[in-house]
């Protein structure tokens, strides 16, 4: 599980709030867009991905899921 839920926080428990269902469109869209290097995925369609995307997410509430997001992290500072 703490591969998938990395801590940047040094007390391991980061505090979570609920995503909009904005956020979460937008990120299954950029997940159904692009892989994880950021590389456009063949034949994505962003019209396709924006709609399978919004379709998900109402789907998601429907069914009563909650989605948490993880506050920002620190800022990278050089130097």
């Known amino acids: ?3 998938l839920l990395p801590s940047n926080h040094p007390d391991d428990s980061p505090a979570l709030s609920p995503a909009q269902p904005e956020e ?7 997940a159904l867009r692009y ?3 950021g590389r456009p995925r063949p034949h994505s369609g962003e019209m ?11 789907h ?10 993880r506050r920002p992290g620190r800022p990278h500072r050089a130097g």
Do not use: N, P, W
């Not at 396709?48 to 109402?58: C, E, K, S, V």
């Open 60 to 69: 998601l509430q429907r069914a009563g899921f909650v989605l948490m997001k």
């Open 24 to 30: 979460v469109t937008e990120a299954l869209a950029y």
């Open 35 to 37: 892989d994880e290097r």
């Open 1 to 3: 599980m703490s591969k």
């Open 48 to 58: 396709i991905a924006g709609l399978a995307a919004r379709h998900l997410t109402q």
